[in-house]
Antibody, heavy 117, light 109 residues
C-alpha cells in the first residue's frame, strides 16, 4: 500500500522560502505523477504542481514564478520549494499521487505551514 | 481557468439521500471521459478519493456513494447517509490543469 508523508518547517518568515519533503513508501515515484496541493484557512483547495515519473514538471500558472518541484529517486522522495512567501501562503500542504487522468488517489496527512515574522 | 461551483452547505436527515452538485464553467469531457472527481475530507484528515472520472467508485468506498454527470453538471449522491458521512465534499476537474470546487459541508440531522 502506498503511503505518503510530508515533512518540513511549520513556521516560515515572510520573503523566505518554504521547503517541504514528501516521503513515499510502498510505491516508486518513477511511476505515476506526484503532486502538491494546499488547503487555505477557510477551506479553499489549490493544486500547486506535480512532477512526473520521468521528472518533468507542471505548475499552476498562478505560482509559476515562485515554485519548484524536484525529486530524489534514490530516496523515493519529492520536494516542494516555494519562494518569496507571504502570509497568504499560510496553509496545510499535502502531497499526493496522481493517476494519468489527474485524479489524486493517495494523499499524505498534510503539513501545516504558517508564514509569520 | 475552469471554475467549479458548489453549494456551501447541505443538511440531510440520517438515512435519507444527500445530493451534492458541482457545476463547471467549461466542458470537462474529453474523448468519452468526464474528467471530474470527488473527495471527502473530515476535520484533521487528508482528503479521500470517492469517485473518479465522474462515476467510478474508488477502491474501498461503499456503494452508498455514487457519481453521475457529464459536460458541465455533476452530482455526488450518498444514499442512505450515515452519521459518519459528516464531512466536506470537494469536486475536482483535470480536463485543463487541475482545479477544485469550494467544497460542500454536509451536516447529518
Amino acid at each position: 500500500e502506498v503511503q505518503l508523508q510530508e515533512s518540513g518547517p511549520g513556521l516560515v518568515k515572510p520573503s523566505q522560502s518554504l521547503s517541504l519533503t514528501c516521503s513515499v513508501t510502498g510505491y516508486s515515484i518513477t511511476s505515476n505523477y506526484w503532486g502538491w496541493i494546499r488547503k487555505f484557512p477557510g477551506n479553499k483547495m489549490e493544486w500547486m504542481g506535480y512532477i512526473s515519473y520521468s521528472g518533468s514538471t507542471s505548475y499552476n500558472p498562478s505560482l509559476k514564478s515562485r515554485i519548484s518541484i524536484t525529486r530524489d529517486t534514490s530516496k523515493n522522495q519529492f520536494f516542494l520549494q516555494l519562494n518569496s512567501v507571504t502570509t497568504e501562503d499560510t496553509a496545510t500542504y499535502y502531497c499526493a499521487r496522481l493517476e494519468n487522468s489527474g485524479v489524486m488517489d493517495a494523499w499524505g496527512q498534510g503539513a501545516s505551514v504558517t508564514v509569520s515574522s | 481557468d475552469i471554475v467549479l461551483t458548489q453549494s456551501p452547505a447541505l443538511a440531510v436527515s440520517l438515512g435519507q439521500r444527500a445530493t451534492i452538485s458541482c457545476k463547471t464553467n467549461q466542458n470537462v469531457d474529453y474523448y468519452g471521459n468526464s474528467y471530474m472527481h470527488w473527495y471527502q475530507q473530515k476535520p484533521g484528515q487528508q482528503p479521500k478519493l470517492l469517485i473518479y472520472l465522474a462515476s467510478n467508485l474508488a477502491s474501498g468506498i461503499p456503494a452508498r456513494f455514487s457519481g453521475r454527470g457529464s459536460g458541465t453538471d455533476f452530482t455526488l449522491t450518498i444514499d442512505p447517509v450515515e452519521a459518519d458521512d459528516t464531512a466536506t465534499y470537494y469536486c475536482q476537474q483535470s480536463r485543463n490543469l487541475l482545479t477544485f470546487g469550494s467544497g460542500t459541508k454536509l451536516e447529518i440531522k
